[in-house]
């Protein structure tokens, strides 16, 4: 096997590794079973949950720089412009989205200031203009963000495959936590708004009520 195709495999692998661990600490059942063991470690499991993430991110990201190859392929001319202007145009729209989430709770500061034990997330049900057209805004604008580059390597292609694939696969995981925290009003909101893609025919009017 070419070693520049058995890296990639091994990357691949690595990061398989690292979306099923994100996953389990993300269930509900890891979490029932830290809540049965220790109810007040629950105010710190958020702000665990997120560094954890980052540390074991470290992992693939540095063997994505140890095997860098030759690109698969690089952008020219207006290809060029194009990609750099969408990723900007992700950034930026990723920034803006910020001021519709609660921070606080999402980074695990506010769960550690009020000493919260739940098991479920305390942030209410509410849609932001973006969840108007899909469900997942951060997933869709993380996919733009890791497509529109404008080179890339067999390890960041690989890389980016499987981001890709667990963006969709683990927003399918999160609605299942969705559908058991808001009930009924989030399974009409599963029908009328399209997941990650933006679909021009599906979509939440303004002032339309689930």
């Known amino acids: 096997m070419d070693i520049h195709l058995k890296h990639a495999v091994i990357l691949l692998a690595v990061w398989l590794v690292y979306f099923i661990v994100h996953s389990l600490l993300a269930s509900l059942t890891v979490k029932n079973f830290l809540a049965s063991r220790c109810e007040r470690c629950m105010a710190f499991y958020r702000l665990g949950f997120n560094?954890?993430?980052?540390i074991f991110l470290l992992v693939p990201l540095y063997l994505m720089s140890l095997w860098h190859t030759e690109p698969v392929w690089q952008w020219h001319g207006m290809m060029l412009w194009l990609v750099n202007g969408l990723s900007i145009l992700a950034v930026v729209l990723f920034l803006v989205t910020l001021k519709f989430y609660d921070m606080k709770e999402f980074?695990?500061?506010?769960q550690i200031s009020e000493h919260q034990t739940s098991v479920e997330d305390q942030e209410h049900f509410?849609?932001?203009?973006?969840?108007?057209?899909?469900?997942?805004?951060w997933?869709?604008?993380g996919i733009v963000i890791l497509w529109a580059r404008s080179s890339m390597d067999m390890m960041m292609l690989a890389s980016v495959i499987a981001m890709s694939l667990y963006f969709i696969i683990g927003s399918r995981l999160?609605?299942?936590k969705l559908v058991t925290y808001h009930g009924d009003i989030y399974r009409r909101y599963l029908q009328?708004?399209?997941g990650i893609f933006p679909l021009p025919w599906k979509y939440?009017?303004?002032?339309?009520?689930?």
């Open 51 to 54: 560094a954890s993430a980052i």
């Open 107 to 110: 980074l695990g500061l506010r």
């Open 126 to 137: 509410q849609l932001s203009p973006f969840h108007h057209y899909v469900r997942h805004p």
């Open 139 to 141: 997933y869709f604008l």
């Open 174 to 176: 999160e609605e299942r």
């Open 192 to 194: 009328k708004v399209p």
């Open 204 to 210: 939440l009017r303004a002032g339309e009520k689930l």
